[in-house]
């Protein structure tokens, strides 16, 4: 039985260094926090066996172990326990190694009382949260949350399921989140949620997108820049690590940034500390990194495109999100809440309905743009259809990625008897896919329009749209 205790939070600081373990005491007590000490494993696991802790603190080396011990056997015990692990200096690969255990967030010796400060209520704040499915929990045991009250994650199949505990158990740690996933899945609605369900959530989330930066104004971007640094520097900067200070930064398509600038990241992640351009002084940062990008980050490595002890750095911890394919039980789900957003200024009277047509052609595609191409297939459906529904031929869907087993023969690439060899329409990217079906329909037709649209089931309105749309005009 665990004894009761007053009001005040409480730490267990577990170090065999004495001087260390008054510093900490010291530095906690000025917070209002009281502690209990231990110098090994033993005297950890007996007080927390007796005290019911806020924040545990322990260094990495121990007379009876490491710190390592103590993460998992506080993972086993009670998971809900942010545990912050003491490294030495430049020692990433042991902070790193705790994280994946399940540490709450590291701090390096000599220990900045600032970033220990920070560490200290951020833990703190994650009373907040609520705490994440148990270890050993299976899918059945955790309901999905209701559709809405995840911040806009719909779905109620047993991959999703998964991926809301996943989430729900990432939000209460630091540790930096890589998220994978093809083109559309919605890693960034991941990494916002991950943010908003976590200690961080009052503070800013600053997405940005690393492809997106031109080259020469990367550093500035990020790091910030001084009055007058370099020409066009009007005025002083603040820059993105500085506008998500106390929150997090989420790093999309990282596995664009050249190498030079890879470099300038790893550093700034490393040390918590940025240098904006034009300043002598690095100034410290409190955030959390969560990136992500459609390509395979370990590949980029193989080939020499992207480093290696960044890509630890930011892989501490990996989350899938799953393709629409892999849970096409939630496309009709998706599809009525994305239409039910996109129809608000509708009257209630006259919103657009799916059709049974139009539902079972969304079950028949296996969406290669996953939720993107959803909302994008919809959102183009409500501009053609005529009448209260939206029937199949309204989606526009390529039989070319409808599943195989329900495709019709020869509906996919339209071709002419003579025509010249060209790619399968199935090889190219989506865009591409409609516009080279679109342009084969209309050189079959000798660019009759009519037939053309006649061919390819669509209306005339239709065909002009897409015309118009894809450049073939």
Known sequence: MKQSRNLRRLALIVDDEPDIRE??????????????????????????????????LTDMRLPDGD???????????????????????????????AMKAGAFDFVSKPIDLKILRDLVNTALALERVPHAAQPG???????????????????SSAPMAVLRRTIDKLARSQAPVWITGESGTGKELVARLIHHKGPRAAAPFV????????????????????????????????????????????????????????????????????????????????????????????????????????????????????????????????AAAMLARLTTDYHADSRPQL?????????????????????????????????????????????????????????ATWPTPNAPASPPVADLPLIEQEREALRRALEATRWNKTAAAEKLGLTYRQLRYKVKKLGLE
């Open 23 to 56: 510093l900490l005491d010291m530095t906690l007590a000025r917070m209002g926090i009281d502690c209990h000490t231990a110098a090994n494993l033993a005297e950890a696991r007996e007080l927390l066996g007796h005290y019911i802790f806020d924040l545990c």
């Open 67 to 97: 710190g390592i011990e103590l993460v998992e056997h506080i993972q086993r015990h009670g998971p809900t326990l942010p545990v912050a692990v003491i490294t030495a200096h430049g020692n990433m690969r042991s902070a790193i190694r």
């Open 137 to 155: 929990e299976s899918a059945a045991s955790t309901a999905p949350a209701p559709v809405g009250d995840d911040g806009g994650l719909i779905g």
């Open 207 to 334: 997405p940005v997108n690393c492809g997106a930066i031109p080259t020469e104004l990367m550093e500035s971007e990020f790091f910030g820049h001084k009055k007058g640094s370099f020409t066009g520097a009007l005025s002083d900067k603040p820059g993105l690590f500085r506008a998500a200070n106390g929150g997090t930064l989420f790093l999309d398509e990282v596995a664009e940034l050249p190498l030079h600038m890879q470099v300038k990241l790893l550093r700034a992640i490393q040390e918590r500390a940025v240098r904006p351009v034009g300043e002598l002084a690095e100034q410290p940062v409190n955030l959390r990194i969560l990136s992500a990008s459609h390509k395979n980050l370990a590949n980029e490595v193989a080939a020499g495109r992207f480093r290696q002890d960044l890509y630890y750095r930011l892989n501490v911890i990996e989350v899938r999100v799953p393709p629409l394919r892999e849970r096409d039980e939630d496309v009709i789900e998706l």
């Open 355 to 411: 059709a049974a047509s139009a539902l079972d052609a969304l079950r028949r595609h296996t969406f290669p743009g996953n939720v993107r191409e959803l909302e994008n297939t919809l959102e183009r459906a409500l501009a053609l259809c005529e009448g209260g529904n939206i029937e199949a031929a309204d989606l526009s869907l390529s039989a070319a990625t409808a599943a195989p087993a329900e495709s019709a023969p020869g509906d």
